[in-house]
């Protein structure tokens, strides 16, 4: 079996669903089904259900994807102990100004783990820059949140979050079980800096500018929140200081916590540091 196909069925069983695998591959869908087909081929045996909603693993197939996960994972440590004996072992990491999210830790302690000589530098970025400096070179790979601009990036999405409103605890709306964001309409809300992603501003300001204070980090949406009155967005679990309170919004889909890294990237130390995300973000 060649690395290559099984990193094609390990998205298929991933995604469940061609198309989005495809996608996920950079690739169209004709070759990704011959590929899985000659797969199934070699190992006998059918490995997915198929149907108009979608695919489903078989028994083979669900003893394959935990085999291809460990064989993938091997070539992976086999290439970064090469990189770090080419003397190649730095991986530079963005992570957005807001984390402090357990799964990153259990990352942080995996990678440690996993590449106890490479040396890893972090890279903190403000709300201003979604990719964490990808677009502009300055990171290897990035732990963020979408919607961004993801041209010449890949992007695999770790986990989504619901979000809600950033309020006074004061404020008449504060004691809402949830809100809708046309309830909003006509307050003011915190805004970021001209020339932020603009995919990104949109998401953030409910869907639409509104005459505000313009922020850059996390801190300072809260203040502009406390001392303004003035309503934001974040995520629901989020702990907010004492004299604010977060209210869910309907109507909004969840945020995505992502990692990004540069499209066409072949270094094992990145291929190695997004499986690891991925499986400390599904804990």
């Known amino acids: ?21 495809a996608a996920r591959l950079h690739m169209s869908q004709p070759p990704l089904s011959r590929a899985i087909r000659r797969l199934e081929a070699e ?24 085999e291809a996960r460990a064989l993938l994972d091997r070539a992976d ?37 996993r590449h106890p000589h490479v040396e890893v530098r972090v890279r903190d970025t403000d709300l201003t820059d979604p990719t964490c400096g990808l677009h502009a070179g300055l990171v290897d790979v990035a732990l963020t ?32 079980d949830s809100l809708d964001p046309a309830e909003l309409a006509g307050r003011r809300w915190f805004l970021f800096p001209e020339g932020t992603d603009p995919l990104w501003q ?11 204070p313009v922020v850059r ?19 629901v679990d989020h702990e907010v200081p004492e004299g604010l309170t977060v209210v869910p919004l ?8 992502v990692v990004a890294w540069n499209e066409g990237e072949t270094n094992p130390l990145i291929r190695s540091f ?7 973000y599904r804990r």
């Not at 309907?250 to 916590?257: F, H, L, S």
């Open 202 to 212: 949109e998401y953030w300001s409910g869907g639409g500018r509104r005459g505000g």
């Open 250 to 257: 309907t109507g909004i889909p969840p945020n995505p916590a």
């Open 77 to 113: 440590r086999a290439g970064a102990r090469v990189a770090a004996a080419a003397g190649a072992a730095t991986v530079t990491i963005g992570i957005l100004g807001d984390s402090g999210d357990p799964a990153a830790a259990r990352l942080a302690d995996a990678y440690r783990l």
């Open 145 to 176: 949140r979408g919607p961004f601009d993801e041209t010449g990036l890949e992007v695999r999405t770790l986990r989504a979050d619901p979000v809600g409103a950033l309020l006074r605890a004061d404020d008449p709306l504060a004691g809402r």
């Open 274 to 280: 997004v499986r690891l995300a991925v499986a400390a």
């Open 43 to 66: 190992v006998g045996a059918p490995l997915f259900v198929r149907s108009s909603a979608g695919v489903t693993l078989t028994a083979v197939g669900a003893v394959l994807l935990e």
């Open 1 to 21: 079996m060649e690395l290559r196909t099984l990193r094609y069925f390990v998205a298929v069983a991933e995604e469940l669903h061609f198309g989005r695998a």
């Open 217 to 235: 980090t996390v801190h300072e949406c809260r203040q502009a929140v406390l001392w303004n009155g003035t309503v934001g967005m974040t995520l």
